[in-house]
């Protein structure tokens, strides 16, 4: 069987035929060089206006690199003719197997934008011996023909989350779709600030945002202010997630000062990694750490106290009806108001001015699952910080984007992986 076979069975063009295979020694690596060219009579097609025109002349030959076959590099070699178009001037024209000035074939780039789905672009790199240029343009074509191409219709439900990223407080504000049967992100904004929701949305438009009956957030100021102007028809939920997030970060406060307290006092380190054991769910501890949480308890420190109240606090999720939980709630903020522990007391204050927003829970939380935001704030994290080569925001976006935008990719005859 002959290579050209194979290829005319992958990779097939219309107007262009495969004319000579060469397997090239003299490299430190072997290459196989694939000639095209184009069908006799066949017209070139201007890439600027897409349409057929006279040719003009022809340019020097050029190399495209495309999938590689048994740890061997492969390359398009062909000639580029120019076009006289009467619309366009003197162009290149249109190679239906690359985008662009792109030295790889989009065949190329679709399958190592594949693989950065799975892998970190370093890793990708190294395992195709190609360069983290090359795998991140590729990703780039990917998200930009996906977002040119994804259906936004539909969207019931939304989620408001920010990660940090980078050193020092900076944030990235991501909005997610929340949906029973459609999960994904849906745009990234610089910052956490009003301006940037407002550019979320300003990109959705008015209509869809009229058709939003549940959005999902955090208590933060900016996006409470922004979901009111330009959503007050949806149901603003604060979300499980983001609530139970600022108990955790009281209880670590309370306890960072009073190890520091302890310490000084000189009493014996009881405290000391302790920080899980209190942070984590109780169901969650391992037969070692339930222990040592038995015999904290015992102590009536601070960081137990909160981390009672904490874990008292779950059950409030749990009622069925908003008044009882209503009824819950304001119990538990009584408590803890007189609990004397201020970062405590602190949630306890937001939780009491926001009191509606959170009794919305109880009337959305059949609609959508509510662990999904936090899913994908571990994935958004992992993604930053798996890609070390993310200096600018627009490469940490494009890296986002391909692994949780859930976007979709061209229909073609042969799947590569
Ligand atoms: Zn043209």
């Known amino acids: 069987m002959q290579l050209k076979t194979i290829l005319n069975r992958v990779q097939k063009y ?54 590689p076959m048994w740890g061997i590099k492969v390359f398009f ?27 790889l074939t989009e065949s190329y780039a679709w399958y190592l934008a594949g693989w950065a789905k799975r892998l970190s672009w370093k890793e990708v790199a190294e395992a195709f011996h190609t360069s983290w240029d090359h795998v991140f343009h590729s990703v780039e074509m990917a998200v930009s023909w996906g977002r040119e191409h994804q259906d936004l219709s539909g ?23 929340i949906d ?18 407002l550019g979320f949305f300003r990109w959705f438009g008015k209509e869809r945002t009229m058709e939003l009956r549940y959005i999902c957030s955090d208590m933060w100021r900016p996006y409470l202010k922004v979901i009111a102007k330009k959503a007050g028809h949806a149901i603003h939920i604060l979300d499980r997630f983001h609530i139970m997030m600022h108990l955790s970060k009281a209880i670590d406060k309370v306890r ?11 009493y014996e380190p009881m405290l000391t990694k302790t920080r899980w054991l209190l942070l984590k769910r109780p169901e969650n501890l391992t037969v070692h750490q339930e222990t040592k949480l038995k015999d904290l308890l015992q102590y009536n420190l601070r960081s137990i106290r909160s981390y009672l109240l904490k874990e008292e606090f779950q059950l ?3 009622y069925q009806s908003p008044y009882w939980a209503g009824q819950f709630m304001d119990k538990w903020c009584t408590k803890t108001m007189r609990s004397k522990i201020e970062p405590m007391k602190k949630v306890a204050r937001m939780l009491r001015k926001h009191r509606p927003l959170l009794l919305n829970w109880f009337q959305a939380k059949k609609q959508f699952s509510s662990g999904i935001v936090e899913g994908f704030n571990n994935k958004a994290k992992l993604t930053t910080r798996k890609a070390y080569g993310f200096r600018t925001f ?15 990719v061209p229909e073609t005859t042969h799947e590569f992986f």
Not at 32 to 54: F, M, V, Y
Not at 182 to 190: A, F, P, S
């Open 180 to 197: 029973k049967n459609c999960k994904r992100l849906l745009w990234i904004g610089k910052k956490r600030k009003v301006k940037t929701l």
């Open 14 to 67: 219309k107007s262009f035929i495969y004319t000579s295979i060469k397997l090239v020694e003299q490299t430190k690596e072997p290459e196989l060089e694939i000639e095209l060219q184009a069908r006799k009579n066949s017209q070139p097609i201007c890439s600027c206006c897409g349409h057929k025109r006279t040719g003009y002349d022809r340019l020097p030959l050029r190399r495209f690199e495309f999938i």
């Open 155 to 177: 969207i019931g439900a939304i989620g408001i989350d920010e990660i940090q990223w980078q050193k020092g407080h900076r944030y990235l504000t991501l909005v997610y779709q």
């Open 256 to 266: 960072a000062e009073e190890v520091r307290e302890l310490h000084e006092k000189g």
């Open 77 to 103: 070699l062909y000639a580029p003719r120019r076009v006289d178009c009467q619309v366009c001037g003197i162009r290149v024209e249109q190679m239906p197997w690359v985008q662009g000035k792109h030295r």
């Open 394 to 408: 627009y490469a940490a976006q494009i890296a986002l984007y391909h692994t949780l935008g859930a976007l979709p």
């Open 316 to 318: 409030f999720w749990a």
